[in-house]
């Protein structure tokens, strides 16, 4: 119901508009009436209207004095003028207070009924403006923190080098941060006490979140922001201001890892170990930082091959790269050529042509899932005979290939999205109750993991693991109502071998333990 307040100095006429008109009919609630514009001034200062309907000529303020004060201090209030005068003067004055409808007396109770539902159909249409924008807006503060460690991992990974985009996505985000920071890289490494793992990816996931929410709150002369890349671990970036000392930047990141560990060793039963892997003198020398690839000689028939650990590396990058294409990134796709070029300067050319086709080999074969034809594009890497070839020629055909690429499916980046996504939604429905993460279903549809986590959040409004959560939560409802397993096993069942953490999140989603819900649902039946 929108609100409404109708004002006449002649009482018969003002009570037959707050009587006559079937308002609750119409969506309109009516909240008073007033026979002066000071009256409703005054009423008006208090209490929010959506319509105002009102005579011109009153006593002491008159509707066109009262339209000029709601079109300057009550903006979104409509108002409607009931009037006998239809001199020219009057109606200019109205358009320019906004006024939306100027009627002539007598006017028909019918064609008040018909303005007030088409205004009742503008505003329900500028409600639903007002909703979206509002869904947008907590959307986006939503998505800030994955846009943040998107920023983070395309610029550790080689995809964002250029100073003007670094700049851009710094400013955009409201980083508390400038490009001519100094920064390192701190490498962490947590482990339960007295064991090997931590049983369960998921289980390490909620560690290294809870870890990093400690760094984030120790935000003081050094800011820090920890990221967790698929293949490289989970790091921290530290960044301090160029005037301060390196050895002053070291004392205090030593000083807040001790405090950091003292924590944890107070909470958890972990060990807690982290080291400065690398220091940068500003965030430009760590966005362009490549460390060449190198092969090692396999054991087994002395071929030559990149190291495990490298390779990981590589298809943790391919997966950025496919990512950036999808999202439309051509500046970020096209960085990582050029670093995977640099990349690939020390490895004999045979293996870096290799690497090449096999990039854009899985770039065809991914948009082919998606019913995106981009085999005859990709075909000119995949067939091209590179012996003849130059590393500058096999960069400038990368490049145009990547550009014809991206324009062919930028109409299908909306459907290629959700249709990824719908893929991985699937795959959760089907293997929840096995030892799922955030990697292993990023890596099933091939994207970098922090892409896929913000895409998935965008696409669902859930993010990854309340997602998964929630099917478990409704798997385990269903065995829990069969009254067959117990409810240890009904954890098991669904992905919480940890009977305890399975109570916990039970109770979190449903308000019950598992032990409640079942006795709950013996009563009822």
Known sequence: MYKLIILDDEEIIRKGLVDFIPWQEIGFDMKADFEDGQDAIDYLKHHDVDVVLTDIIMAEVTGLQLAQYIYENK???????VSGYKEFEFAQQAIQYNVQHYLLKPAQLEQIQQVFEN???????????????????????????????QFWTDLLMGALRHPDEIKRRIDLLSLPIAIANCCCLIDIEVKLQG?????????KERIQQAIGTMFLKQQQVIQYFPLNIASHGFKVVAVWEPGMEEEVATD???????KIKAAIAASFHLTFEARIESRYGNLLELATYTQQLKLVREDANGKLRLAEHEYDQLVE??????????????????????????????????????????????????????????????????????NTSDRNEILHLSKNTLEEVMKTTAPHKISSSNSIIAKAQ????????????????AD?????????????????????TDYLTQIRVEEAIELLRTNKFKIYEVGQKVGYPNSKYFNRVFKKMT?????EYCRNALIGS
């Open 75 to 81: 903006p979104k209030t409509k108002v409607v003028i």
């Open 119 to 149: 205004i009742k159909e503008k505003l329900d249409e500028e409600q639903a403006v007002m909703r979206e924008q509002q869904m947008d807006k907590q959307l986006s503060q939503a998505l800030m923190p994955l846009f943040r460690d």
């Open 195 to 203: 064991q090997a793992d931590f049983g369960s990816s998921s289980a």
């Open 252 to 258: 205090a990141i030593h000083l807040q890892l001790g």
């Open 317 to 386: 990058k391919y997966k950025l790269f496919m990512s950036n294409i999808l999202e439309g990134n051509a500046v970020e796709a096209e960085s990582l050529l050029d670093h995977f070029m640099e990349e690939f300067e020390g490895l004999p050319s045979s293996f870096t042509h290799r690497l090449i086709k096999d990039l854009f080999a899985v770039v065809g074969r991914t948009f082919a899932q998606e019913g995106i034809d981009v085999k005859e594009l990709t075909g000119k890497i995949t067939s091209h005979d590179m």
């Open 426 to 441: 699937q795959y959760i429905r089907t293997h929840f109750h096995e030892d799922l993460s955030l990697d292993s279903v």
């Open 444 to 464: 099933f549809v091939f994207l970098n993991p922090v892409y896929f986590c913000r895409l998935f959040k965008q696409y669902t409004g859930l993010n990854f």
């Open 511 to 515: 308000g019950s333990t598992p032990k």
